[in-house]
């Protein structure tokens, strides 16, 4: 049986009178962190002290969405019941989710950029191994370069088999290859950048989410990368598979199928313009003047 059973009152979906007392004035959230999580629940306390530390202090409005993506533990009922004294803490679940499973990262994302309301979309994953004492100087950076999203960058920090650095390099080199990306840590979830961005990326397709800065920059963006910090995982298990091969295989599949996406790709930028339109009392005013002034015109000749 669970530590933390779901408590019923709590545990339901958001009604128009709850959505409606969330809205806040336009411009007054300037930031939202999202941050997928599937069987997180021993690091939610955690993750919501640390992102408050970070964002709290910002003099903005702020807000911290975590996506509970299918859970099968209470992670759902701990970010619950952290947000009761927590205000700018908000529970999205996705609801379609594969039995015992969740719908993915790239999906998750999806459904938590449509309900963030901040200018500004940050996003990290939920298990601690992003540190969110690097949000304020992502966005210290995207404005100090005008830049359009900051790519954190783990590189340099973490501790990787040789095994796996050198299918890092070799992963690398097909995506500059193939996609002329130049991002050195695609794989690293944090990241800060524009609304705008968040809601042009193609996430309801499965593992858009290790695209997101290359298609940012595909789609006429500046993307600026930052060295962050890289912790191990505290608690809980990684949700990736541990071989090469069946890691290496899908990530060639996705690059081919996101280069064929970009080369499919069409500007969709448009204006709309207006014609003058002239009244039909306008039309009668012209029409029962014209004769006068032609008089007048007449006379003074």
């Known amino acids: 049986m669970s530590r933390f059973p779901q408590p019923a009152p709590l545990q339901r979906a958001a009604t128009a009178a709850d959505w409606q007392a969330l809205e806040e004035p336009r411009g007054a959230i300037e930031l939202s962190v999202v941050a997928p999580a599937h069987n997180e629940e021993a690091n939610i306390a955690n993750l919501v002290d640390e992102v408050g530390k970070a964002i709290l202090g910002l003099g903005v409005g702020v807000e911290f969405l975590i996506v509970d993506d299918g859970s099968t533990d209470s992670t759902r009922a701990r970010v619950l019941e952290v947000a009761a004294t927590r205000p700018w803490l908000r529970c999205v679940a996705m609801s379609k989710t594969p039995p015992g499973r969740g719908c993915g990262q790239s999906a998750a994302f999806h459904a938590g950029f449509r309900a963030a309301r901040g200018r500004l979309i940050a996003t990290l994953d939920a298990d601690l191994q992003n540190d969110p004492a690097d949000l304020p100087v992502?966005?210290?950076?995207?404005?100090?370069?005008?830049?359009?999203?900051?790519?954190?960058?783990?590189?340099?920090?973490?501790?990787?088999?040789?095994?796996?650095?050198?299918?890092?390099?070799?992963?690398?080199?097909?995506?500059?290859?193939?996609?002329?990306?130049?991002?050195?840590?695609?794989?690293?979830?944090?990241?800060?950048?524009?609304?705008e961005?968040?809601?042009?990326?193609?996430?309801?397709?499965?593992?858009?989410?290790?695209?997101?800065?290359?298609?940012?920059?595909h789609l006429g963006y500046?993307?600026?990368?930052?060295?962050?910090?890289?912790?191990?995982?505290?608690?809980?298990?990684?949700?990736?598979?541990?071989?090469i091969l069946p890691r290496a295989l899908p990530g060639l599949i996705d690059l081919l199928v996101v280069r064929y996406m970009r080369n499919r790709r069409r500007a969709t930028e448009n204006a709309e313009f207006m014609a003058e339109i002239v009244t039909a009392l306008g039309a009668e005013e012209a029409r029962a003047e014209a004769p006068a002034e032609r008089v007048r015109e007449g006379t003074g000749a």
Not at 167 to 194: A, H, P, Q
Not at 197 to 217: K, N
Not at 222 to 243: D, S
């Open 138 to 195: 992502m966005l210290n950076l995207l404005r100090e370069t005008n830049a359009d999203m900051v790519q954190g960058d783990r590189s340099h920090a973490r501790k990787d088999s040789a095994v796996r650095r050198i299918g890092s390099i070799v992963g690398r080199k097909f995506r500059l290859w193939l996609l002329d990306d130049t991002i050195r840590d695609t794989g690293c979830s944090l990241r800060v950048m524009k609304r």
């Open 222 to 243: 500046t993307v600026a990368e930052h060295k962050v910090n890289h912790r191990p995982r505290h608690a809980g298990e990684t949700k990736y598979g541990m071989g």
């Open 197 to 217: 961005i968040a809601l042009s990326l193609p996430l309801e397709f499965r593992g858009m989410h290790r695209f997101i800065p290359v298609t940012a920059r």
